[in-house]
């Protein structure tokens, strides 16, 4: 049972350029989130989806794009890369809505 | 104020110490809490939720007070391993977001 998957683990992106982000569970949670994680502010939600075929916007949702056409999957999409963007992803999933979250491994990005 | 605040330490205590944690939330409607471990560079782990009755894993305990919106975690005989930063996440339903704090960073010393 190997959770929630996220690649790649660590990547380098120069300003404008555009990726995705991959998050895969085998749980079957319906509900999946992605966090950006940046010193002294915890974690952050950027989108999240409560089941296949619907997303919602977090808390700092700007310059990211979300899918969920599988209930196993859960991709994050950096539109333009800003330097602001350099941060640490984590992707999650819940069972239900009140339950504890799984986090993958975490991606590590770095705009330059 | 934060919707989760934590006092960010660090704390530094010798091993075998008793060592305790206090998170607050603004949220009276929150439901569902929990303590999360988080190591240097990797991603949180659930150390345990936290239920009304208050609830026990080992040598870690955990409690909700309503009344005040805080809740805590007791760590005793601590151990190296034990050195690591602390989260607390709150749930408040209907709306199926997580709120984290900025966690609790501890350290464990021979």
């Known amino acids: 049972n190997a959770g929630v998957t996220q690649t790649p683990k660590f990547q380098v992106l120069k300003t404008g350029q555009s990726m995705t982000l991959q998050c895969a569970q085998d749980?079957?949670?319906?509900?999946m989130s992605w966090y950006r994680q940046d010193p002294g502010m915890g974690l952050r939600l950027i989108h999240y989806?409560?089941?296949?075929?619907?997303?919602d916007q977090g808390e700092v949702p700007n310059g990211y794009n979300v899918s969920r056409s599988t209930t196993e999957d859960f991709p994050l999409r950096l539109l333009s890369a800003a330097p602001s963007q350099t941060s640490v992803y984590f992707c999650?999933?819940?069972?239900?809505?009140?339950?504890?979250?799984?986090f993958g491994q975490g991606t590590r990005l770095t705009v330059v | 104020r934060k919707e989760v605040e934590q006092d960010p330490g660090p704390f530094n205590v010798p091993e075998g110490a008793t060592v305790a944690f206090n998170c607050t939330y603004s949220?009276?409607?929150?439901?569902?809490f929990f303590w999360y471990r988080q190591d240097c560079r990797k991603e949180p782990k659930l150390l345990m939720s936290?239920?009304?009755s208050g609830n026990e894993d080992g040598r870690f305990t955990a409690q909700l007070n309503r009344a005040s919106q805080y809740i805590s975690l007791l760590i005793r005989d601590s151990k190296l391993s034990d050195s690591a930063t602390y989260l607390c996440?709150?749930?408040?339903?209907?709306?199926?977001?997580?709120?984290f704090g900025t966690g609790t960073r501890l350290t464990i010393i021979p």
């Open positions: 989806s409560v089941g296949a075929g619907i997303t």
């Open positions: 996440v709150v749930c408040a339903g209907g709306n199926e977001k997580l709120t």
């Open positions: 999650a999933s819940r069972e239900q809505v009140m339950t504890e979250a799984f």
């Open positions: 936290v239920y009304s």
């Open positions: 749980m079957n949670h319906e509900y």
């Open positions: 949220n009276s409607a929150s439901q569902s």
